[in-house]
């Protein structure tokens, strides 16, 4: 046997490649600058009206309640009523034109400073220092084999992750159930089945999300990084590396001057890759996973003083200014998401100021189409619902319109409804026979007794012989 048939008969090696890297856990490093300043007044802002409104109060009851069952939302002096679903409809869309709006002014605004994922994993961070200690001691504890120490600090970080997810979701079903009721409950150990059930699971998904996902929600789940650049442009701001100044990087001494040594402004110390809470390097351009936090340019700022060079290696800028040519921030984009902002803005404000103020529903009696009376009348029966969407007692009246010689038997009566209350009730219309014949359409006109003004008026449809 030959050599090369030696060869040709060995057994060949078979070498297994991933296309899937493993996770590495991101260890951010602590920064501090403006931008994280920034950040911080919006965590604490945030959060402070999240955890403090369902505590307030207004004209003795919770100033912002969803109260589902009574389908009443209680939003401090102004109450909606399932009749008022359009306002809903008009404030998710005056939310994403402004998403629209900001992210092609700014970039990913959101992301960075106001997304719940980002401000929950902020606070979380902030635990985690507080209890393991700074970047490079908690990496330190990650790879060290389970010692006391580490399972010390693993159970008390965990404990105060725990305690203060539950105590956002006591807070999230606070706005739907009356939070002194729901706390009293709690106290008690007798939380019922759905707020019960809320509490668990949006604690955990807070647990969950900002605990252990964290950067992976940004990455993978969130659907706003895969078509965030349909809303960029050359004139949008966006967080960029200065290439033309920063390269070639490399390290030096401090107070070398850069173009003696025939290098850029970068020193090469990836302070900014550690401050990055998706982990990534913002010197190999614009990704989908930089949420816009700024801590790269905090970073970066504090590196430059330290080396005596000017801030701005990494800032908010546009592609066009890198290019050397002039922003736009007033443009054709811009300008439509601004009117159409301010457009729907005011119509929703104008349709809350003049809103129905009550609502009149009529069924007629099925039972019978008409009844002839021993009064040589006519007589159809309805039932009437009147809501009173105001929180104060009102008393209300009807008149008929648009059928001559209509009454309502009795005469017209007068209803006191109660604030928030459906006032339900029975009327007979009488029209003398021979008035008309098959049928014909009226309209019920509800009277604010108070001050005399027409509320509004419904149709509804009389039946007579033929």
Known sequence: MTASDESHSSPVKEEVVSFYAKHEKIHPREVSGRFSRLRRIAVFAL???????????????????????????????????????????????LLGLSLFFFTALAGRLWCG????????????????RWIEGDRNRRIKLERAGWTPEKIRKKVAK????????????ISFVGFFVPIGTLIHDVARGDVSGWP???TLFYGGATYANAGFMRE?????????????????????LIITYDQKRGEPRGARARGGDPALLGLGDCVDCTVC????????DIRNGLQYECIACAACIDACDTVMDKVGYPRGLIRYTTQHALDGRKTHIFRGRTLVYASLLMLIFL?????????????????????ALYRETNNDEIENVYL?????????????SLAIEGLDYARIDGGSPHWLVNGGEVYTTAIRIDVPSGKIHGGQTLRLVLIDDSTGKRLLAEKARFIAPP
């Open 273 to 280: 890759v550690q401050v990055c809470p998706t982990g990534i």
């Open 196 to 198: 019960l059930f809320w």
């Open 113 to 128: 400073y106001a997304c719940p994922q980002t401000v929950w994993t902020e606070v979380f961070l902030w635990m985690e």
């Open 384 to 396: 009437l619902r009147i809501l009173n969407k105001q929180m104060q007692s009102r008393t209300f």
């Open 347 to 367: 119509a929703g404000v104008v349709g809350l100021i003049h809103r129905k103020t009550a609502d009149l529903d009529i069924i007629r009696d099925r039972n």
């Open 216 to 236: 992976q929600v940004c990455k993978y789940m969130c659907p706003y990084a895969r078509f965030q650049s349909a809303m960029f442009d050359r004139d949008t």
């Open 158 to 169: 965990h404990a105060v992750w725990i305690a203060f997810s539950l105590w956002t979701g």
């Open 47 to 93: 959060l402070g009206l999240f955890y403090l409104v369902p505590w307030l109060s207004w004209d003795g009851r919770q100033a912002v309640l969803f109260d589902l069952p009574a389908r009443k939302f209680y939003i401090w002096g102004l109450v909606l009523w399932p009749q008022d679903f359009i306002f809903l409809t008009w404030l998710l869309v």
